[in-house]
């Protein structure tokens, strides 16, 4: 199993500027660089949906039209850590943030978009812009 963790949520105001981070670790968890890693939200009464993702070395990334532009995923694999730096916040931003774990290949963007292509999940943490 492999956990994920992720930390730096909070109340901020439209036009300000988060950074998410998302720390991986587990009994069995093989070594970080092996997985892709995506970033996700949810909001109240919304389905998941895809923010954006990175593959496992970091070499290529991947946005929602929404965010691109305005958010950033970076990854530190020396240190089973992947990050978003959110910024421009708008209200409708407002979600709870969650970190996924990808342990297969697959083509790339398509498969690392939809929340299936994702095989271990963190627990979230609440990003609440206001106005």
């Known amino acids: 199993q492999v956990q994920l963790v992720e930390s730096g949520g909070g109340l901020v105001q439209a036009g300000g500027s988060l950074r998410l981070s998302c720390a991986a670790s587990?009994?069995?968890?093989?070594?970080?660089?092996?997985?892709?890693m995506g970033w996700f939200r949810q909001a109240p009464a919304k389905a998941r949906e895809f923010v954006a993702t990175?593959?496992?070395?970091?070499?290529?990334?991947y946005y929602a039209d929404s965010v691109k532009g305005r958010f950033t995923i970076s990854r530190d694999n020396a240190k089973n850590t992947v990050y978003l730096q959110i910024s421009f916040l708008k209200p409708e931003d407002t979600a709870v943030y969650y970190c996924?774990?990808?342990?297969?290949?697959?083509?790339?963007?398509?498969?690392?978009?939809?929340?299936?292509?994702?095989?271990?999940w963190g627990q979230g943490t609440q990003v609440t812009v206001s106005s």
């Open positions: 996924a774990a990808r342990g297969r290949g697959g083509l790339w963007p398509n498969d690392y978009v939809p929340v299936r292509g994702y095989d271990f």
């Open positions: 587990g009994r069995t968890f093989s070594t970080f660089s092996t997985y892709g």
């Open positions: 990175i593959t496992r070395g970091g070499s290529s990334t």
